[in-house]
């Protein structure tokens, strides 16, 4: 019996600490209207005047990064050449910022509850060889450009993460006052999943405690 409860009490724990890792992975930027899930332990570098967002490994080996730029003249939603339009605007983002790229994907891109548009290219930057990952999303007269992007040899590795992190992408309520625009960091809080962390809490409860319950049953009916 003791070997039954201590095994239900650590499956609790063991889960109860992922769900909380979990919980805090998100960032949430209201001042800009939006949230990402950026790769677990990576730092952010933020430039509120440029409405530019960071995130970096830390490491030196992979120059891991995923970045997000808004541009708040976006297109209007009703556009019915919007499709093609958020294409051209994607393909000219890249060359302003990533110019001799050369794309090896392209294609439509959904995510939630948003249209967009992918491009995967190669690129060199500082005599280094790099492989991105970019994708726009346009909504409510904002453009967001993500690009994701490593070292040729270490981008393999990273591209689950990468593909998570665009995946993760979500509006959130933003503010259009231009009296925050020198805001920190500390804009960007864990995402508030705790509605979620408690139903999760209580199912994991439910489920290390079976074998428990089980036990008791039988011996009350021997």
């Known amino acids: 019996m003791k070997g039954i409860l201590a095994y239900s009490a650590l499956l609790v724990t063991l889960l109860l600490a992922a769900l909380i890792v979990e919980s805090g992975h998100a960032y949430e930027n209201t001042l800009y209207g939006f949230s990402i899930n950026p790769p677990e332990t990576w ?7 440029a ?12 120059g891991g990064i995923v970045t997000i730029q808004v541009n708040q003249s976006g297109l209007p939603q009703d556009d019915p050449f919007l499709a093609s339009r958020i294409h051209g605007y ?13 794309i090896t ?17 190669n690129t060199t930057l500082d005599g280094k060889e790099m492989k991105f990952d970019s994708v726009i999303f346009v909504k409510s007269n904002q453009t967001f450009y993500i ?10 590795s990273l591209a689950l993460d990468f593909e998570e992190s ?3 992408f979500r509006l959130a309520p933003y503010s259009q006052s231009s009296n925050n625009i020198t805001q920190s960091s500390s804009n960007y809080t864990p995402q508030d999943d705790t509605i979620w962390l408690l139903i999760g809490t209580c199912a994991v409860i439910s489920v290390s405690l079976i074998p428990a319950v089980i ?6 009916h021997e």
């Open 43 to 49: 730092t952010i570098e933020d430039n509120f005047q």
């Open 90 to 102: 994607l393909m000219h983002y890249l060359y302003d910022n990533y110019e001799g790229y050369l």
């Open 105 to 121: 994907e392209m294609g439509a891109k959904a995510v939630y509850n948003l249209n967009g548009y992918e491009i995967k290219f």
């Open 166 to 168: 665009i995946n993760s």
């Open 215 to 220: 036990y008791f049953y039988r011996r009350k």
């Open 147 to 156: 690009v994701c992007g490593a070292l040729s040899p270490a981008y393999d």
């Open 51 to 62: 409405a530019q967002f960071t995130f970096r490994d830390p490491s030196n080996h992979t």
